[in-house]
């Protein structure tokens, strides 16, 4: 006899696979009780990226006082959660054991489920935070290390259909915010040069990489005709000219975003999709963000989560675990199965 699933309603979120440490209450999956997180941008921004051991240690200070300030937050009692999620893979080995081992001593005290998520997943149901979406859609998954686009069929089947084949669109923002000397994280100081700097997005022409697979995505040759055109451009230069920068983090942007845009409204017509979703870090990001609610005139259902469900956070990590939790170790993702 089949198992019939019943998710829990109010679930316990931890997010620690990198170098945020977050934690969440969320109800039925798209009530926000209360979200919280300690951001290290400022303790990477030294060294111009993250680095997993100092990551991992600042999650270990602060992830105990985020849990007490988050349960209050949220007027909640530690017994009154009804389950327990946590981020298991992909991330940070370091980072996901901190969270996860969190996650699965609560459980065991409260003797309530833990329920496994994938990080990707999560960013898929970041979708579903205070709002009304229902699959079947196609998502854009925008972040520093992914670039994909994913059918979603239901809230359990996904397929991945489209990705990146070498660079990631974040990374490419960060690669190139570097080489012009923006510092970390640079995508979104190049988003605020662009969009506030007066730049011209046509002054340089860029190419849009093609693909043998039309939905598949390649950031590697746009980012290194960047670098040839900005070197090309300033080489000489002593004092480089802000509205010469502008007018490259316009161009680059107005690109990139170009390209995310065609390919999956492409996707979309040939799946014979007409609701489309954004998530990742990325999709904080202002000029696509613009691109894509303007499909909205085209006929588009056009979902992007608020800007505080777009980067890493728990709530996403809630939503995931009422929507499509993993079963522990499935997909090779059990941060502990890689560890112990």
């Known amino acids: 006899m089949n198992t019939v699933y019943f998710p829990p309603k109010t679930i316990l979120a931890i997010e620690s696979s990198c170098d945020d440490t977050a934690i969440a209450v969320v109800r039925n999956g798209r009530t926000v009780l209360a979200s919280i997180m300690d951001s290290q941008t400022t303790l990477h921004q030294p060294y111009g990226g993250v680095i997993p051991e100092l990551a991992a240690r600042h999650h270990l200070t602060c992830i105990h006082g985020l849990l007490e300030t988050c349960l209050a937050e949220a007027k909640i009692a530690l017994n009154d959660i009804e389950a327990v999620a946590a981020t298991i893979g992909p991330g940070l080995i370091g980072s996901l054991l901190v969270g996860a081992s969190v996650a699965k001593t609560l459980s065991l005290i409260t003797e309530k489920p833990f329920l496994a998520v994938h990080h990707l997943y999560a960013h898929v149901a ?177 979902h992007i989560p608020k800007m505080g469900y777009c980067t890493d956070n728990a709530a996403m990590v809630g939503a995931s675990a009422f929507f499509n939790p993993l079963a522990e170790g499935d997909l090779g993702m059990d941060v502990f199965s890689r560890v112990l």
Not at 164 to 190: F, H
Not at 294 to 301: Q, S
């Open 126 to 302: 970041s979708n579903y935070l205070e709002s009304d979406l229902e699959p079947p859609f196609l998502c854009l998954l925008v972040s520093g290390g992914h670039t994909q686009l994913i059918h979603v069929k239901s809230y359990a089947e996904m397929a991945i259909v489209g990705e990146t084949l070498d660079d990631a669109v974040g990374e490419a923002y960060d690669k190139v915010a570097r080489i012009m000397g923006l510092g970390y994280p640079g995508g979104p100081i190049l988003d605020k040069l662009a969009q506030q700097g007066g730049g011209n997005p046509k002054a340089i022409t860029l190419p849009t990489p093609k693909t043998q697979n039309p939905w598949d995505f390649s950031f590697s040759g746009l980012k290194t005709a960047f670098v040839r055109k900005w070197e090309a451009e300033t080489d000489e230069l002593e004092t480089i000219p802000k509205q010469l920068q502008a007018d490259f983090a316009a161009s680059f942007q107005a690109t990139a975003v170009k390209i995310l845009l065609k390919k999956t409204v492409a996707c979309a017509e040939a799946l014979g999709l007409k609701t489309l979703s954004v998530a990742g870090g990325v999709s904080a990001n202002s000029a696509l963000r613009g691109a894509f609610l303007a499909l909205r005139d085209e006929g588009y259902r056009v």
